[in-house]
Every structure is written in structure tokens, then in C-alpha cells.
């Protein structure tokens, strides 16, 4: 009864959705609900405490997040990217379809909430700006693990946008449409530039305006597994971005990417591949060179940047 209770466990999404620290206070977004069982309904809270002791501070509740029981490690790949924290402010969505939220970070208290930022799924806050992804980005999916109960429905838009923080004023929008879908967790943030992934490729905006200042054509698979995302990372002179390879010209994605949800095997979905980690010049986007990486277990590959190299892959193989 032990060991089929641990594997009941182990089959599910985690408890721990978000979790960032500030100013000596940390906020998480996870699951209250009883550990006797799974089956238990979810309960999920977005709770401030004392980064040294512990201690709770405040806590909100968050009536409709990701359905409990989906499968563990098959998305959806925003849920992390739905909480940030300041100085003494804290962003997120409390809901999987609710606009972005700013409260404050002592008590919790919601001081303002930005109004068209429905669906809202990552927020980045730089230079004094917040920058969100709002749109469905898991629009088309299938997998055995899949549960849509309270989920909101899929949205027909997708689009980047800067806001000023304090007055809710929204500064510069990019919408996405005409066959380019913007992909999860691919956009960043660095000096004057703001990168993303999408269908068609890599592009740039300028931070303070939203212009395109470059695109670079990449195809990327028209299916994929749904903890598959793109990894991005920014340094002051160069984009790095490894993401799978469709297999052929027919692969590729024209605007629409469907989803595996299933935390292991599903029909049509190819679990493990190769990547191909690409390095662009963030002045103009010219690509500057390409290697092989591989993807963690039921995870996107890891890229970290330190003191001009970047270690990529399982191996950490590093590069100029």
C-alpha cells in the first residue's frame, strides 16, 4: 500500500509551481491541500513568508490554477514564470486566465491590477518596466495525462507588451498572427533588447519602443512533448537559444504547435531528441555558430552563461 501511494505520487504534477525571493521575504505558489493523497482537491495559495525563519506572513488564495493531475513533468512550462517579486512588490497571476496582479509584498495586499492582461503567462520586470506574455500558449494539445476541469479556454491571441509598473499603463504592445505563434518561455530581456522565440524564428525588439529591430528564420517541430520548450538566454553581446530540430521540412510548425501532455509516452509525440543550440549576435542577429545539446529528463536543455562561456546540455560541454 506504501509503494503504490509513492507512485501515486510521483505520477503527478508537482506542488511547487513558483517560487521567488526579495528583500529577505519569500513568495511561492503551491498546492495546501491535505498529503494523505493526490486525490485530494487542489488547494492552491500564493504565500509570503520570512526568508529566514519561515515564518508566514500573508497568504491568497488562487481558485482556478493547472489541474492537479496532470501528469508530472509534462507542463504546462509558464507556470513558473507567473510570479515575480521586487524590492516590495510581488507580480503574478492569481489565476490561470486572471490578469496580472500587484501586491504588496509585506502584507500581500492587492495594490493595482493591470487591466487587459487577462491570460496573462510571464511577467518580467527590467529597467523599471514590466514586460508580459498574454495569450494562450498551450492552444492545441493531447495526452493521456490532460484534465480541463475549470480550465479556461484557450485564447485567439498572443502578444508581448511592456506596462509601467506603477500606473498600470500599458507602453507598447507586439502581437503575434498570419502563422507566427510566439512559444513559451522564450522571451528575455537585456540592455536596449527584448528576444523571443516564435514559429517563424528569433526575433529582437527594441525595449523601449516594441519596433522589430531583427528576425532570423528557425524552424521548430510542429508537435512536441509539453515540457518542450525553446531554452533563451541573453548575455550583453549574444543570444543563445537550443531548441529541438525538426526532423523534416514537413515537421516544422506553421503557426500552430501541438502539445504532448503526458508526463512519459504519447502516440504521434517523440519523447528524447538531439538540439541545436544556436548563438546570435544581439546587435543584428547574425548567427555566430551552432552545436549539438541535449535535454534533461522530461526537461528543456539547461544553458548557463558564466564569465563568457556558456555550459550547455547534460554534459555542461562549454563554449566561447
Not at 35 to 60: C, H, M, P, V, Y
Not at 96 to 102: D, I
Not at 109 to 115: G, N
Not at 246 to 260: F, H, I, L, R, Y
Request: hydrophobic share 35%; net charge positive.
Amino acid at each position: 500500500e506504501v509503494a503504490a501511494q509513492v507512485g501515486e505520487f510521483q505520477r503527478e504534477m508537482a506542488s511547487l509551481s513558483a517560487m521567488v525571493t526579495a528583500r529577505g521575504r519569500m513568495f511561492s505558489i503551491l498546492d495546501s491541500a491535505p498529503l494523505a493523497s493526490i486525490r485530494f482537491n487542489a488547494n492552491w495559495k500564493l504565500q509570503g513568508r520570512d526568508a529566514f525563519n519561515g515564518t508566514l506572513l500573508w497568504e491568497r488564495k488562487i481558485p482556478v490554477w493547472n489541474d492537479h493531475l496532470r501528469h508530472f513533468r509534462s507542463g504546462p512550462v509558464h507556470l513558473p514564470r507567473r510570479l515575480i517579486a521586487t524590492d516590495d512588490s510581488v507580480f503574478v497571476t492569481l489565476g490561470l486566465g486572471a490578469p496580472v496582479s500587484h501586491l504588496d509584498a509585506a502584507t500581500g495586499r492587492t495594490v493595482k491590477t493591470f487591466a487587459g492582461t487577462e491570460y496573462a503567462e510571464e511577467i518580467i520586470y527590467d529597467q523599471g518596466k514590466l514586460f508580459m506574455v498574454v495569450g494562450t500558449s498551450e492552444v492545441y494539445r493531447e495526452g493521456d495525462g490532460l484534465h480541463f476541469r475549470k480550465e479556461p479556454k484557450a485564447t485567439d491571441f498572443r502578444f508581448i507588451a511592456a506596462y509601467h509598473p506603477e500606473t498600470g499603463r500599458q507602453l507598447w504592445k507586439h502581437s503575434f498572427g498570419d502563422g507566427d505563434f510566439l512559444l513559451p518561455q522564450t522571451i528575455g530581456t537585456k540592455g536596449n533588447y527584448l528576444c523571443y522565440q516564435s514559429t517563424h524564428g528569433m526575433g529582437c525588439l527594441d525595449i523601449a519602443t516594441g519596433k522589430v529591430q531583427w528576425r532570423k528564420n528557425r524552424p521548430t517541430p510542429a508537435r512536441r512533448m509539453g515540457y518542450s520548450s525553446p531554452t533563451v538566454v541573453m548575455t550583453d553581446d549574444v543570444v543563445l537559444s537550443s531548441d529541438r530540430e525538426p526532423k523534416t521540412p514537413g515537421d516544422a510548425a506553421e503557426g500552430k504547435v501541438t502539445w504532448g501532455v503526458n508526463g512519459w509516452t504519447q502516440d504521434g509525440f517523440v519523447r528524447k531528441v538531439p538540439n541545436i543550440v544556436r548563438a546570435y549576435s544581439l546587435k543584428d542577429g547574425t548567427e555566430l555558430w551552432q552545436a549539438k545539446a541535449t535535454e534533461g529528463y522530461n526537461s528543456p536543455v539547461d544553458v548557463f552563461v558564466i564569465k563568457g562561456v556558456a555550459y550547455v546540455g547534460t554534459s555542461f560541454k562549454g563554449y566561447d
